[in-house]
């Protein structure tokens, strides 16, 4: 072979093995670029890249919906040592203001997202129990931020230093814990009544909203004292009707505003396929879910973030399987 034609070979040759390496650097570079972009919070880049496993993606939702493991960790580790597993009042506003911070519905659909790339993750694989912890994590939070939407003012924030009867409780906590016993009056006949506030129309009066399938009431709950600017007296919460004729309080977002058939501004319903969410029971099997999965991890954690989780399902449902009446309690602990 001349040197003529030997050149081009080589060439040939150079360029065949660059190309090899070149791919097995931009697969080293893709992974490890997920990896910078997870710790920096470039959630969406995350989310863009074929490089991502389904652990990173539910990290990306996770953060993506404003949570950060390692703080919520913590959160949970500093109530479970401080409570010595006994639910105090700081516990749930500590939730409610310090962890949760303004829910949206985006937020909650980050959230879903988070559980279902944790879900993903078959049991055969070395991650799986890592994935149940952050599946247990973001179920939680999940539960959390629903109690946080129902409670919120209409900026999706709940002030605790608003407290116009003079109850010792947030006047967001104490108005969704008026629309809690409302429903249950409503649907399953008792009688019972709200603390220092009071609660209209007495019977549902049908309403529904366009872009909505479902069928709501709305409901205005009337906390006693004189309300202001900053601390207003009545609050608007939103009640879906089921089909056996029952109604229930609705997952709505207090940051948005929607116009129903009549003319009149409540908070937004969200639904899930064409149906209104249960708030009630969405609470319930996101804290179940997030005591299996945590069970299901077997990782080492401490005693204190089992303590923290296992104490919220307990004092917000009771008995088992939450119900209006139990969450309502549960909210009046919210100072």
């Given at each position: 072979?001349?040197?003529?034609?030997?050149?081009?070979?080589?060439?040939?040759?150079?360029?065949?093995?660059?190309?090899?390496?070149?791919?097995?650097?931009?697969?080293?570079?893709?992974?490890?670029?997920?990896?910078?972009?997870?710790?920096?919070?470039?959630?969406?880049?995350?989310?863009?890249?074929?490089?991502?496993?389904?652990?990173?993606?539910?990290?990306?939702?996770?953060?993506?919906?404003?949570?950060?493991?390692?703080?919520?960790?913590?959160?949970?580790?500093?109530?479970?040592?401080?409570?010595?597993?006994?639910?105090?009042?700081?516990?749930?506003?500590?939730?409610?203001?310090?962890?949760?911070?303004?829910?949206t519905e985006t937020t909650l659909s980050d959230l879903d997202r988070a559980?279902?790339?944790?879900?993903?993750?078959?049991?055969?694989?070395?991650?799986?129990?890592?994935?149940?912890?952050?599946?247990?994590?973001?179920?939680?939070?999940?539960?959390?931020?629903?109690?946080?939407?129902?409670?919120?003012?209409?900026?999706?924030?709940?002030?605790t230093t608003c407290d116009i009867n003079n109850d010792s409780i947030a006047d967001g906590a104490d108005a969704s814990s008026c629309a809690l016993?409302?429903?249950?009056?409503?649907?399953?006949?008792?009688?019972?009544?709200?603390?220092?506030?009071?609660?209209?129309?007495?019977?549902?009066?049908?309403?529904?909203?366009?872009?909505?399938?479902?069928?709501?009431?709305?409901?205005?709950?009337?906390?006693?004292?004189?309300?202001?600017?900053?601390?207003?007296?009545?609050?608007?919460?939103?009640?879906?009707?089921?089909?056996?004729?029952?109604?229930?309080?609705?997952?709505?977002?207090?940051?948005?505003?929607?116009?129903?058939?009549?003319?009149?501004?409540?908070?937004?319903?969200?639904?899930?396929?064409?149906?209104?969410?249960?708030?009630?029971?969405?609470?319930?099997?996101?804290?179940?879910?997030?005591?299996?999965?945590?069970?299901?991890?077997?990782?080492?954690?401490?005693?204190?973030?089992?303590?923290?989780?296992?104490?919220?399902?307990?004092?917000?449902?009771?008995?088992?399987?939450?119900?209006?009446?139990?969450?309502?309690?549960?909210?009046?602990?919210?100072?």
């Open positions: 072979m001349n040197k003529t034609s030997l050149v081009p070979t080589l060439l040939a040759c150079a360029a065949l093995f660059l190309f090899g390496c070149s791919n097995k650097n931009s697969k080293e570079a893709c992974t490890h670029q997920v990896t910078m972009d997870l710790d920096a919070g470039h959630y969406d880049s995350v989310l863009a890249s074929s490089c991502s496993d389904s652990l990173q993606r539910g990290a990306a939702y996770f953060g993506r919906a404003g949570f950060d493991t390692t703080n919520v960790v913590n959160v949970f580790i500093q109530t479970g040592a401080s409570s010595g597993g006994t639910s105090t009042q700081a516990d749930l506003t500590v939730y409610l203001t310090s962890l949760v911070s303004t829910v559980e279902a790339e944790y879900s993903s993750i078959p049991a055969m694989l070395d991650s799986y129990q890592d994935a149940q912890f952050y599946l247990s994590l973001a179920c939680m939070v999940k539960g959390l931020s629903l109690l946080k939407i129902l409670s919120a003012d209409a900026a999706g924030a709940l002030d016993i409302a429903a249950s009056n409503i649907s399953t006949g008792t009688s019972a009544v709200c603390s220092n506030a009071t609660y209209s129309p007495a019977s549902p009066a049908d309403i529904t909203f366009p872009g909505k399938t479902g069928t709501y009431s709305g409901l205005v709950v009337t906390l006693q004292g004189t309300g202001t600017t900053a601390c207003p007296s009545q609050f608007k919460k939103l009640l879906y009707r089921d089909g056996s004729g029952h109604y229930w309080v609705a997952v709505a977002t207090p940051d948005i505003v929607c116009t129903d058939n009549n003319g009149a501004a409540w908070p937004c319903p969200v639904e899930e396929n064409g149906q209104p969410v249960d708030f009630v029971a969405s609470v319930g099997s996101m804290l179940d879910a997030s005591i299996a999965a945590l069970q299901l991890s077997l990782i080492t954690v401490t005693s204190d973030v089992q303590t923290s989780l296992e104490q919220i399902k307990n004092e917000a449902c009771p008995s088992g399987t939450c119900t209006s009446i139990e969450i309502a309690q549960y909210l009046h602990t919210v100072q």
